[in-house]
């Protein structure tokens, strides 16, 4: 039955009153619902996520027997749920959107000049091969009406990292991200990494650093990319 008075701003002890088929009322605390609501939601949400891993861990499974492991093994035993619950934080940033949720600020200092973040280390998945690469990221605006809390560069970086990625498209869709959100007078994101794909498989160059770039705005003004490649060296 759906309820007929719910007076959410009274003080506690607030109840919800239902009529029943029969006539008759039923209070129940909005507390306790809200408890129930969230208890329910929860085990729901670990109850798929269990489900996700058990499919995912198959598929492992599969994989590990065609290469003539031996699942037995103490070391194997549990290695199909290990790589399924590792493919899953790896890839955390497919669940949380179609884009990072950042907070911006108004500038009321009207700051003009760079703002810069260096050296942000990161890890993700190459999209060809599903072997990690890694490395740092240095990004940088200049701001109009909007600045980003200074924290808010990792958190970008990390969700478009989280998830089989290319470098390229990683360093693109940053700016990209910047550029839309801050609206700012321009944008320049570099992005060095290595990639065990290179190392580790193929041509096998240990060391070997891939750099990328992309600017926007502002930045495409050779002394404004020069202020950047400045800061970035000291």
Same mark, same amino acid.
């Given at each position: 039955?759906?309820?007929?008075?719910?007076?959410?701003?009274?003080?506690?002890?607030?109840?919800? *009153?239902?009529?029943?088929?029969?006539?008759?009322?039923?209070?129940?605390? $909005?507390?306790?619902?809200?408890?129930?609501?969230?208890?329910?939601?929860?085990?729901r949400?670990?109850?798929?996520?269990?489900?996700? $891993?058990?499919?995912?861990?198959?598929?492992?499974?599969?994989?590990?027997?065609?290469l @003539?492991?031996?699942?037995?093994?103490?070391?194997?035993?549990?290695?199909?749920?290990?790589?399924?619950?590792?493919?899953?934080?790896?890839?955390?940033?497919?669940?949380? @959107?179609?884009?990072?949720?950042? &907070?911006?600020?108004?500038?009321?200092?009207? #700051?003009?000049?760079?703002?810069?973040?260096?050296q *942000?280390?990161? #890890?993700?998945?190459?999209?060809?091969?599903?072997?990690?690469?890694?490395?740092?990221? %240095?990004?940088? #605006?200049?701001?109009?009406? %909007?600045i980003?809390?200074?924290?808010?560069?990792?958190?970008?970086?990390?969700?478009?990292?989280?998830?089989?990625?290319?470098?390229?498209?990683?360093?693109?869709?940053?700016?990209?991200?910047l550029?839309?959100?801050?609206?700012?007078? @321009?944008?320049?994101?570099? *992005?060095?990494?290595? %990639?065990?794909?290179?190392?580790?498989? @193929?041509?096998?160059?240990?060391?070997?650093? &891939?750099?990328?770039?992309? *600017?926007?705005?502002?930045?495409?003004?050779?002394?404004?990319?020069?202020?950047?490649?400045?800061?970035?060296?000291h």
């Amino acid at each position: 039955p759906a309820p007929i008075y719910s007076p959410a701003s009274l003080p506690p002890p607030v109840a919800e *009153i239902t009529v029943t088929p029969r006539g008759r009322c039923r209070y129940t605390t $909005i507390q306790n619902w809200s408890n129930n609501v969230y208890n329910l939601v929860t085990k729901r949400a670990v109850a798929d996520e269990d489900s996700r $891993i058990g499919r995912i861990a198959g598929h492992v499974r599969g994989m590990l027997t065609e290469l @003539g492991l031996d699942l037995a093994d103490d070391n194997l035993r549990e290695t199909d749920r290990r790589v399924a619950k590792m493919y899953l934080e790896m890839f955390h940033g497919l669940e949380e @959107g179609a884009e990072p949720k950042v &907070t911006t600020f108004p500038n009321d200092e009207h #700051y003009s000049a760079m703002v810069m973040e260096k050296q *942000i280390p990161f #890890y993700s998945m190459c999209a060809h091969h599903l072997v990690p690469f890694y490395g740092h990221a %240095h990004l940088a #605006y200049i701001p109009n009406d %909007h600045i980003l809390g200074l924290s808010k560069f990792a958190r970008i970086l990390e969700f478009y990292a989280k998830r089989p990625q290319l470098q390229e498209r990683l360093t693109e869709q940053v700016a990209n991200f910047l550029e839309t959100r801050l609206k700012p007078q @321009g944008v320049m994101v570099v *992005i060095e990494a290595r %990639h065990l794909c290179v190392e580790m498989r @193929g041509v096998k160059k240990p060391g070997a650093v &891939t750099v990328t770039s992309a *600017i926007r705005g502002i930045f495409h003004q050779k002394p404004v990319r020069e202020e950047f490649l400045d800061l970035l060296r000291h």
